[in-house]
T-cell receptor
Framework: AQKVTQAQTEISVVEKEDVTLDCVYE???????LFWYKQPPSGELVFLIR????DEQNEISGRYSWNFQKSTSSFNFTITASQVVDSAVYFC??????????????WGAGTKLIIKP | EAGVAQSPRYKIIEKRQSVAFWCNPI?????LYWYQQILGQGPKLLIQ????????DSQLPKDRFSAERLKGVDSTLKIQPAKLEDSAVYLC??????????????FGQGTRLTVV
């Protein structure tokens, strides 16, 4: 069965602190994709990153970084020097399937991040 | 590049009434998705179209929900009759490709439905 677990329901930090959002996934497929999306109060889900299972190289984009570890089935997301505008709900998602013809995004429950000024 | 357009943004109806939502995906995107997001939860896929054909509607409550994507472009999602538990945000998304090696999906701002 495919599953994504985001154990942190809500995180609150003070601006400029670093914060890490955890994501643990389950799949039996050897080829799969992992995603992070941001959902600000406006409601629109904003794509942040996609990672395939064969690429374990960590990625950095500005203040955002992602740590993909297949050994622990984790794909954690770190925001460095957080800002109030980072306040949002963040979703981790998994895409996998038995064939190339179809897939479904399996979503975590989301982590609500609150950045206090 | 224009994003995914959805309308209306908000809708309040009484239970047993009907409601329809509209979505216009990003130009050229073959795959269109409708998701239901209940407050505090992740999105749940209702239906996925590839061009104008249905790829996955396994989680669509077909006794009351219907969706169509005529001409493989814009799409409508209808609920008839609505129940209280249908209160949620309905998100439309599109992606350039579908399938296993999918590209990322781009989402609209959603329609917030309240059933009273």
């Amino acid at each position: 069965a495919q599953k994504v677990t985001q154990a942190q329901t809500e995180i609150s930090v003070v601006e400029k602190e670093d914060v890490t959002l955890d994501c643990v996934y389950e799949t039996r497929d050897t080829t799969y994709y992992l995603f992070w999306y941001k959902q600000p109060p406006s409601g629109e889900l904003v794509f942040l990153i996609r990672r395939n299972s064969f690429d374990e190289q960590n990625e950095i984009s500005g203040r955002y970084s992602w740590n993909f570890q297949k050994s622990t089935s984790s794909f954690n997301f770190t925001i460095t020097a957080s800002q109030v505008v980072d306040s949002a709900v963040y979703f981790c998602a998994l895409s996998a399937g038995p064939s190339d013809s179809n897939y479904q995004l399996i979503w975590g429950a989301g982590t609500k991040l609150i950045i206090k000024p | 590049e224009a994003g995914v357009a959805q309308s209306p943004r908000y809708k309040i109806i009484e239970k047993r009434q009907s409601v329809a939502f509209w979505c216009n995906p990003i130009s050229g995107h073959a795959t269109l998705y409708w998701y239901q997001q209940i407050l505090g939860q992740g999105p749940k896929l209702l239906i996925q179209f590839q061009n104008n054909g249905v790829v996955d509607d396994s989680q669509l409550p077909k006794d009351r929900f219907s969706a169509e994507r005529l001409k493989g472009v814009d799409s409508t999602l209808k609920i008839q009759p609505a129940k209280l538990e249908d209160s949620a945000v309905y998100l439309c998304a599109s992606s350039l490709l579908g399938g296993y090696k999918n590209t990322e999906a781009f989402f609209g701002q959603g329609t917030r439905l309240t059933v009273v």
